[in-house]
């Protein structure tokens, strides 16, 4: 099988799971659950984040339900669901009912509310702020029609021809 080309650094974790220590691997599992308590503030923030960019006049913005897998996507329920042997005799692991929660819940919604609030917060990024710096292609997926700075050519004359001509924040750009 050939190495994916796409991926920079690969994090190692799995070459040296098994020489963790159960005790390490249950603590880490504890604070992998830990974060949930985070998440009312997360969604607060997601949601004012939108409502921000609502009352700022923007239109087309993908919701938290963009960013959520189609459950039919997946490929277990919980009649069918797999499971693992268990590092200890207690081990969630063998538990189709926490897989489920897991990877139809847990997982999917996590990386989908923090992939919107970053959506938001690009778009944000992109609509006060047009100048251009070493990470700021990476804001690509939350490209505007044209910036707080665009808007008004007195002040878009002021820009760098490479912060008044991005396409990122200004469509009337070839791209």
Known sequence: MKACETCATRVEIGKNHRQTPVLQRAVGLVLI???????PFVIISAYLTYFHLRMMGARNIKTLGDFIPNRSSHRYDLKSQITMEGSFKASLAQSRLFWILNCT??????VALFEWHAYMVKIVENWWCPFTHANKED????????????????????????????????DEVEK
Do not use: M, Q
């Open 105 to 110: 819940w847990y997982c999917p919604v996590s």
């Open 33 to 39: 659950y830990l974060p949930l308590l985070t998440f």
């Open 139 to 170: 804001y690509r997926e939350g490209a505007i029609d044209k910036s707080f700075w665009h808007i008004y050519p007195e002040d878009a004359v002021k820009l760098t021809p490479e912060d008044r001509d991005n396409p990122i924040w200004n």
